[in-house]
């Protein structure tokens, strides 16, 4: 039984962000499996570039849930309820995508599998994360340190098992179960004695502008563009998050990557800046 990487791609623009993900590790030398869970809304012919670097694609369905589940979290009743206040989630983000990760369990031929979003990329080697017990997660730290008892799902660590998945589904579909964030308020309650990875594993990109003294280009491994997407053409924030877009379009694109340590970091607030 070995070790992989998987991630998850439920739509065209996923495919994108995924073939940058997939150079990064690559740049890596890494020797476990990367692999593709993909969903029946993306097509072969859309996967055939990430199956020519060497990834294993596996077609999944969404979670045998019941209809009202189905209905509570649809994107519009469910950003309805939990409506997004901090940065613009793309119209291509379908919230019942996001349980399809819950499927990476059922990978019984793997012992331990590290999942990313597929809006990631990988800036050093991180195979130590297979030595990290299950369930291991970064905080969703992005915006203050109050942030630190919530788990950000773009990156964690689990041990698949046919058992765990089962009771999943069933603490899952619970009656009237709202899970406000999807998959990750579901996984704090599922693993309520999460274990912490550092946030240098998973570094949200709003930390840029909101908590720049954290920025460090010599100690981050994972940059996670949550939120607005790289790929996307002058979304609201391209402007502040100039530099880790162009960094993500050299990933992509396959160009020589910089020195990440000698990246100059963000402007840090002068004294008398009003936050």
């Not at 996923?14 to 990367?34: M, Q």
């Not at 979670?63 to 206040?85: D, I, V, Y």
């Not at 990476?104 to 590290?114: G, K, S």
Request: proline share 8%.
């Amino acid at each position: 039984m070995g070790q992989a990487f998987v991630t998850l791609v439920t739509n065209a623009d996923y495919i994108i962000g995924a073939t940058a993900l997939v150079h990064s590790l690559k740049r890596t030398a890494t020797p476990a499996d990367i692999v593709i869970l993909h969903t029946g809304a993306v097509s072969t012919e859309a996967l055939s570039n990430l199956q020519s670097l060497g990834c294993r694609l596996i077609e999944v369905s969404h979670l045998p849930l019941s209809e009202a589940f189905n209905e509570r979290h649809a994107r519009k009743n469910l950003h309805g309820a939990a409506p997004f206040t901090k940065g613009n989630k793309p119209d291509f983000h379908t919230p019942l995508d996001n349980f399809c990760k819950l499927r990476l369990w059922q990978l019984t031929e793997y012992r331990t599998v590290v999942f990313l979003d597929a809006d990631v990329i990988v800036l050093k080697n991180i195979d130590k994360l297979f030595d990290y017990p299950q369930f291991s997660a970064a905080p969703n730290v992005y915006e203050s340190l109050a942030n630190f008892h919530r788990l950000n799902s773009g990156v964690f660590v689990a041990k698949p098992c046919a058992e765990t998945f089962e009771n999943m589904l069933a603490a899952l579909d619970q009656p009237d179960a709202f899970w406000r964030r999807t998959d990750q308020t579901f996984l704090e309650s599922f693993f309520p004695d999460w274990h912490g990875l550092p946030i240098t594993m998973n570094m949200l990109q709003y930390v840029w502008f909101n908590m720049p003294a954290l920025w460090d280009w010599k100690s981050i491994a994972i940059l996670h563009y949550q939120y607005e997407k790289p790929w996307e053409r002058d979304h609201p924030k391209s402007d502040r998050l100039r530099p880790l877009i162009d960094l993500w379009h050299a990933f992509h694109e396959g160009r020589n990557i910089p020195d990440i340590s000698c990246l100059p970091g963000p402007p840090l607030p002068k004294p008398g800046d009003v936050a």
